[in-house]
Each structure stands twice: as structure tokens, then as C-alpha cells.
């Protein structure tokens, strides 16, 4: 999601990454995208230093302060670099150094940390690739796709003159009204308006996965926005503008 609905950024992150299943080209983004929920006081990436697949991650590493962890790979064609990561993160779960937790990798190996952290009431999120096993994806409170990081949303191809979607949009990506639509019914209010941050909570909890840069959108009020099947309103009441949605078929 790229609207924060946490209220919020006092979390201290922990950055964890499988060095065999992340992109160096996009360390920058990442770690941005882990900014926007709290600070990241621990960088860490895991791997066998003495491969020739982790020279990439080098350069990377001195410009963004990550701390590289050796981790040899002791039986030929098995990779032990989650194990690594897997304890690291629990001593740092007990050490309460951090209240949240960022795993980047599209391994399944890790939906079991993730669940067991989230079970101690700390926030997880990860990044990984959209190959990413739907276990891991819904085992945190929130999934980024690294393809909605390295290419820039289509604007103008996403929205219609009318405001809709376009066609090829729509054939490109599976239409985000089922989840906006059942996250619109948890959070309705009596009055028949629902709060754009609430919703945005709720699609996140039916969805970690849900981004609007999926759909060409950079935020979800504009990708609200553009379905004609909901109505959105401004606010402006005590503090920041508050935003509203509302069913059109209702009015």
C-alpha cells in the first residue's frame, strides 16, 4: 500500500535480506519503502560471501550501510542462507531491539518466521518478487511487489477520459474491485460512507499484497478514484483532510 494507515512512523525496522533471492539494483527502493513505516536501525543481508552471485550486493553495501553476514554453504546445492536469517531474527525478536520487521526474499522458507513474529505482536512486511508463494504474501501484514518498485505506474495509460480504468489496463492486471468492494463492507459506516484510511487497513488485512501501483495508481485514493463504482469526498475537518467513500449506486 503506498498511503501509510499505520498513523505513523515511530516503528524501529529491522531490513533483513536473502542476499540469493533480492535485487542490489533496487536496495534504494527498498529500503524507502521500509521508511515509510519506521526507522531502520539494523541492515543486515546474508549470504555466501566467497559466490560469485553476491558480487553485485558489494558496491550496494558500502553506499546504504548494510552489514553483510557470511553464512557458507556446506552441502553442495543447499542453501543455508535462511537459516541464518531465520535465527538472526528471532535473537533480534527477543532482544526487542526493533518493533517491526522487513524480510526481503521470495522464498516460502521464511512464511513461518514471518507468522511467528506477527504471533509476538510485531509488525512484518517483505519484499519479494510476484512468484512469491501466496503463504508468505498473507503471512505479513504487508507484501511489496519489487516489479511495482522498478517500473514507474502508467498514468495516463490507466485512466480512461472518463475517469475508468482503461481496457488494457484491465487486461494487464485482474480487476482490484473484489477486494475494495468486500474491504468497503467492513468498514461501512451507518451513514454509508467509509474513511479512506480504514479501508485502506481493512484491504490490507484481506490482501498484504494489494498495491495501487499494481493497477497504475500511486496511492489508493487515486485508484478509488478512478472506479466508477465508488464515490469519494474531501473533508476538511479538524487536523489533516479527511477522505471518504461511498458506493455510487447508493446515493
Known sequence: MQ?????GKDLRMAVLIDG???????????LAETAKHGSVTVRRIYGDWTTSNMKGWKDALH????????????????????SALIIDAMDILHGKLVSGFCIISSDSDYTRLATRIREEGFFVMAIGEKKTPKAFVNA?????????LTIKPAM???????GKVSQKESARNASPLPVLL??????????GWANLGALGKAVQ????GFDPRTYGKKQLSQLIKSCPEFVIRWLDETGPTAVYVRLADTL
Open 3 to 7: 498511503e501509510n494507515y499505520e498513523g
Open 20 to 30: 540469493d533471492n533480492a535485487q542490489p539494483s533496487i536496495l534504494p527502493k527498498m
Open 63 to 82: 553506499n546504504y550501510a548494510v552489514q553483510p553476514v557470511q553464512q557458507f554453504r556446506y552441502t553442495v546445492g543447499k542453501n543455508n542462507t535462511d
Open 140 to 148: 505479513c501484514d504487508l507484501f511489496i511487489y519489487t516489479e511495482n
Open 156 to 162: 495516463k495509460e490507466a485512466s480512461g477520459t472518463n
Open 182 to 191: 468486500e474491504a468497503f463492507e467492513m468498514v461501512v459506516q451507518e451513514d
Open 205 to 208: 488485512q484481506l490482501d498484504p
